[in-house]
């Protein structure tokens, strides 16, 4: 068994790395909330300011860029009749800090409407420690899968 999997040989967790933890948790669910809500303003605090959202081969930098993309995203899921409502789920977080203000983490994503699971896949993430808080400098979004070949949302 290596060192890393042994959990009897980890040292504790330095405490600026405990509250990281748990103020990137919370940065995230606030993501996924904001972002159903259509409180889009909002979800964009959540960004620092030269960051960049990639989904596919597609990338926003910057935040006037990114809420473009969320608008559209939201018109495009609105004029679909069928969905009434949709949710971001995220499972399975893992984070690993580079230092104090620096950090990188993945997790599981599930796209669920009110007609079921949409569409699947991962969220590859980096943080940063700012003045604000931690915050997303980057968000890729991998689909791995969609419950409908041709896509709902």
């Given at each position: 068994m290596s060192e890393r999997a042994d959990p009897s040989r980890r040292q504790a967790m330095p405490a600026w790395e405990v509250g990281?933890?748990?103020?990137?948790?919370?940065?995230?669910?606030?993501?996924?909330?904001?972002?159903?809500?259509?409180?889009?303003?909002?979800?964009?605090?959540?960004?620092?300011?030269?960051?960049?959202?990639?989904v596919g081969k597609k990338v926003?930098?910057?935040k006037k860029s990114i809420l473009a993309m969320m608008e559209s995203t939201s018109n495009r899921i609105a004029s679909n009749s069928e969905i009434k409502f949709y949710r971001h789920v995220t499972s399975t977080h893992q984070i690993d800090f580079a230092s104090e203000t620096q950090a990188s983490g993945r997790?599981?994503?599930?796209?669920?409407?009110d007609l079921g699971l949409d569409h699947w896949g991962r969220y590859i993430d980096r943080f940063a420690n700012t003045e604000t808080g931690w915050l997303f400098s980057a968000r890729r979004v991998v689909i791995d899968g969609w419950s409908d070949p041709g896509g709902r949302l």
């Open positions: 990281g933890r748990v103020a990137i948790f919370d940065l995230i669910n606030r993501y996924n909330a904001e972002a159903d809500r259509g409180h889009f303003a909002q979800a964009l605090e959540l960004f620092s300011d030269g960051a960049t959202f990639e926003w930098e910057g997790c599981y994503l599930h796209i669920v409407t």
